[in-house]
T-cell receptor, first 114, second 113 residues
């Protein structure tokens, strides 16, 4: 069974559209994350979320919003897509948000904005 | 200046070679150091972690940490074609917040049979 899964795997859309990426983890973890990986492979945190607290990286535009229907899911909604949003988006989860919490990553969603 | 610097490569080596991948960091608050391996079109997977200066060995892999000089290395012995991937160093800083794990840009390694 896949520990952290994401859908869709590939997403091609036009500028200005609104899209969502879904993430599910079956590890029973308390904390989930969204990361963005640019064309140079640099991974950058976007959000950290558990059932009590959402922490947002201040550099993330407010067009991006995480939505968590329950502890096992953290979806990413993006409004008014821009060319610069093209990247691979990774969902991750960990047991807790501590220094030693190992993060398990999903397979990624490759978003291309045209 | 990025807090974690990593040579992006690419690095090509013949099968059986010893490979050393390196990261330097500027934030002395980093306390926990990890290496992730990312195969093409896949998510990163945790390979090794360490938190004390010195070497930590796991099979063909050795993680080296030097806190005084602020660098971490991953040594791969007897490299195999299956080791071909991008290797990302990552470090945890004290304190809370979303940004508690800082990644290097990754080094792309190709092991040629």
């Amino acid at each position: 069974d896949t520990a952290v899964s994401q859908t869709p795997k590939y997403l091609v859309t036009q500028m200005g559209n609104d899209k969502s990426i879904k993430c599910e983890q079956n590890l029973g973890h308390d904390t989930m994350y969204w990361y963005k990986q640019d064309s140079k492979k640099f991974l950058k945190i976007m959000f950290s979320y558990n059932n009590k607290e959402l922490i947002i990286n201040e550099t993330v535009p407010n067009r991006f919003s995480p939505k968590s229907p329950d502890k096992a899911h953290l979806n990413l909604h993006i409004n008014s897509l821009e060319l610069g949003d093209s990247a691979v988006y990774f969902c991750a989860s960990s047991q807790q948000r501590g220094l030693t919490s190992y993060k398990y990553f999903g397979p990624g969603t490759r978003l291309t904005v045209t | 200046q990025k807090e974690v610097e990593q040579d992006p490569g690419p690095l090509s080596v013949p099968e059986g070679a010893i490979v050393s991948l390196n990261c330097t960091y500027s934030n002395s608050a980093f306390q926990y150091f990890m290496w992730y391996r990312q195969y093409s079109r896949k998510g990163p997977e945790l390979l090794m972690y360490t938190y004390s200066s010195g070497n930590k060995e796991d099979g063909r892999f050795t993680a080296q940490l030097n806190k005084a000089s602020q660098y971490v290395s991953l040594l791969i012995r007897d490299s195999q074609p299956s080791d071909s991937a991008t290797y990302l160093c990552a470090m945890s800083a004290l304190g809370t917040g979303a940004n508690n794990l800082f990644f290097g840009t990754g080094t792309r390694l190709t092991v040629i049979p």
